[in-house]
């Protein structure tokens, strides 16, 4: 490595470990982004004016084109849901399925099917947790532990398995050019692996604190109420199916309906099949609300993107991505290492992805490696370190929704939402090495 790569080498460490640091102390990420991009460029003299003008704006600029449809249209799904409480009678149904016995593992499922269908995971966290709340206090269950079950059931086996309408899966197969099913069978195997530890290690984790002494103690902003206006859980259910039958089903060889058209389809029929449930008054605030929020949300996935246009400039970037490809092991490992670390330092999954989709993807598929399988080790892979404490939906959940402290219910969540999605990941890896053109 000659001596202008190594010194933009260190300041890629350097934009990064800056990147980290800030957004764990809540510093702006569009600040943040923008300070770790003049570091990287100045350390890799690079035109400073041209990095940010022309590069950074145009990764920005070219992320929010390429997937602004794809966020406002889930939040769009995610806002009738929300409305209508048609989140809720999903909750409520699939809950009452399970009994008392497995009312623990219903809470993640039902998060996990609604998520599937396309709907935000901010919306499901908060239309389940009362829910949850209900339960874990009918069955005495450690209160520090709805968190965990929440956001493992939001934010990896539904969120990155194939055929999901969501934006971890969304852009490493539009980034490689497969479909929202591309490494189906390994995807499904490795996010039922993540399920099942999941559901297992949830289990003995409440088991042990409640043979701890551990039990329910409300919070005084707790709430108890039975939820009477909520739609039939059947007809809410009719939507998220029809969602994933247009974006995945195909005629010809083409899917009936591209991603955005799809979930928009799915929005808009279960705006009229729970059109009595909401207050038809709000119909339009309710829609610019959630184009504000949708754009609002890309914005911050487009600044950690646009950070990853300028490294993309410097003499090192090259360096570091050979390095990627030639890890020891695996041909595939190297992807999936750099996804997860990636995921880390971003805090965010669709940030990890949004960065190495792009630089990564099209690299590992021109040595040879599957379409699908380079698309689907991104996705799954980009469920493991992002969320480390200082991820935004993390935060949000366990102290804005839960009103818990990192201190009492965050080592449950590490274990729900980093450690067996790192498992997951490993499955996968071992699954493409050894079977790479599964269908």
């Given at each position: 490595?000659?001596?202008?790569?190594?010194?933009?080498?260190?300041?890629?460490?350097?934009?990064?470990?800056?990147?980290?640091?800030?957004?764990?102390?809540?510093?702006?990420?569009?600040?943040?982004?923008?300070?770790?991009?003049?570091?990287?460029?100045?350390?890799?003299?690079?035109?400073?004016?041209?990095?940010?003008?022309?590069?950074?704006?145009?990764?920005?600029?070219?992320?929010?084109?390429?997937?602004?449809?794809?966020?406002?249209?889930?939040?769009?799904?995610?806002?009738?849901?929300?409305?209508?409480?048609?989140?809720?009678?999903?909750?409520?149904?699939?809950?009452?399925?399970?009994?008392?016995?497995?009312?623990?593992?219903?809470?993640?499922?039902?998060?996990?099917?609604?998520?599937?269908?396309?709907?935000?995971?901010?919306?499901?966290?908060?239309?389940?947790?009362?829910?949850?709340?209900?339960?874990?206090?009918?069955?005495?269950?450690?209160?520090?532990?709805?968190?965990?079950?929440?956001?493992?059931?939001?934010?990896?086996?539904?969120?990155?398995?194939?055929?999901?309408?969501?934006?971890?899966?969304?852009?490493?197969?539009?980034?490689?050019?497969?479909?929202?099913?591309?490494?189906?069978?390994?995807?499904?195997?490795?996010?039922?692996?993540?399920?099942?530890?999941?559901?297992?290690?949830l289990m003995r984790m409440v088991k042990?604190?409640?043979?701890?002494?551990?039990?329910?103690?409300?919070?005084?902003?707790?709430?108890?109420?039975?939820?009477?206006?909520?739609?039939?859980?059947?007809?809410?259910?009719?939507?998220?199916?029809?969602?994933?039958?247009?974006?995945?089903?195909?005629?010809?060889?083409?899917?009936?309906?591209?991603?955005?058209?799809?979930?928009?389809?799915?929005?808009?029929?279960?705006?009229?099949?729970?059109?009595?449930?909401?207050?038809?008054?709000?119909?339009?605030?309710?829609?610019?609300?959630?184009?504000?929020?949708?754009?609002?949300?890309?914005?911050?996935?487009?600044?950690?993107?646009?950070?990853?246009?300028?490294?993309?400039?410097?003499?090192?970037?090259?360096?570091?991505?050979?390095?990627m490809l030639n890890i020891p092991g695996?041909?595939?490992?190297?992807?999936?290492?750099?996804?997860?670390?990636?995921?880390?330092?971003?805090?965010?999954?669709?940030?990890?992805?949004?960065?190495?989709?792009?630089?990564?993807?099209?690299?590992?598929?021109?040595?040879?490696?599957?379409?699908?399988?380079?698309?689907?080790?991104?996705?799954?892979?980009?469920?493991?370190?992002?969320?480390?404490?200082?991820?935004?939906?993390?935060?949000?959940?366990?102290?804005?929704?839960?009103?818990?402290?990192?201190?009492?219910?965050?080592?449950?969540?590490?274990?729900?939402?980093?450690?067996?999605?790192?498992?997951?990941?490993?499955?996968?890896?071992?699954?493409?090495?050894?079977?790479?053109?599964?269908?």
């Amino acid at each position: 490595m000659s001596g202008g790569e190594l010194i933009s080498l260190l300041g890629i460490v350097l934009g990064l470990v800056i990147l980290v640091i800030l957004v764990m102390k809540g510093i702006n990420i569009y600040v943040v982004a923008f300070i770790s991009a003049i570091i990287v460029a100045l350390f890799g003299q690079v035109n400073l004016y041209d990095a940010l003008k022309n590069t950074y704006m145009a990764s920005f600029a070219g992320f929010v084109q390429s997937y602004w449809l794809i966020f406002l249209t889930g939040a769009l799904m995610g806002k009738v849901y929300e409305v209508t409480n048609g989140a809720k009678a999903i909750a409520k149904i699939i809950v009452k399925i399970f009994g008392d016995k497995f009312a623990l593992i219903a809470i993640p499922l039902a998060c996990g099917i609604l998520a599937y269908g396309g709907v935000s995971v901010y919306v499901v966290s908060f239309a389940v947790f009362p829910i949850a709340l209900e339960v874990f206090r009918a069955a005495d269950l450690p209160r520090n532990y709805i968190p965990a079950a929440l956001t493992f059931g939001c934010s990896t086996f539904a969120m990155i398995a194939p055929g999901a309408p969501q934006i971890q899966n969304a852009i490493p197969t539009s980034a490689v050019g497969t479909s929202l099913m591309g490494g189906a069978t390994v995807g499904f195997i490795s996010c039922g692996v993540i399920l099942v530890l999941g559901c297992f290690v949830l289990m003995r984790m409440v088991k042990s604190q409640k043979n701890k002494g551990a039990h329910f103690i409300a919070k005084p902003m707790d709430v108890f109420k039975d939820e009477e206006n909520i739609p039939n859980s059947f007809i809410a259910f009719i939507p998220l199916i029809v969602t994933i039958f247009l974006i995945n089903f195909k005629i010809d060889g083409q899917p009936i309906c591209q991603l955005e058209t799809g979930v928009l389809c799915g929005a808009v029929l279960a705006l009229i099949l729970m059109w009595k449930y909401q207050d038809r008054t709000k119909l339009l605030e309710n829609v610019g609300e959630t184009c504000k929020s949708s754009l609002s949300a890309i914005c911050n996935t487009s600044a950690v993107v646009a950070f990853g246009g300028v490294v993309k400039t410097v003499p090192a970037f090259q360096a570091i991505v050979d390095a990627m490809l030639n890890i020891p092991g695996p041909r595939i490992l190297g992807l999936a290492i750099a996804t997860t670390v990636l995921a880390g330092i971003c805090g965010s999954a669709s940030g990890g992805v949004g960065i190495a989709s792009p630089l990564l993807g099209p690299a590992f598929v021109n040595m040879g490696v599957p379409a699908g399988a380079v698309a689907r080790t991104i996705a799954i892979s980009s469920a493991a370190l992002d969320s480390l404490p200082h991820n935004g939906y993390i935060v949000t959940v366990c102290n804005g929704l839960c009103n818990e402290s990192h201190k009492d219910c965050y080592m449950p969540v590490f274990w729900m939402t980093v450690v067996v999605p790192f498992v997951g990941t490993l499955v996968a890896v071992a699954l493409f090495t050894m079977f790479p053109n599964l269908p």
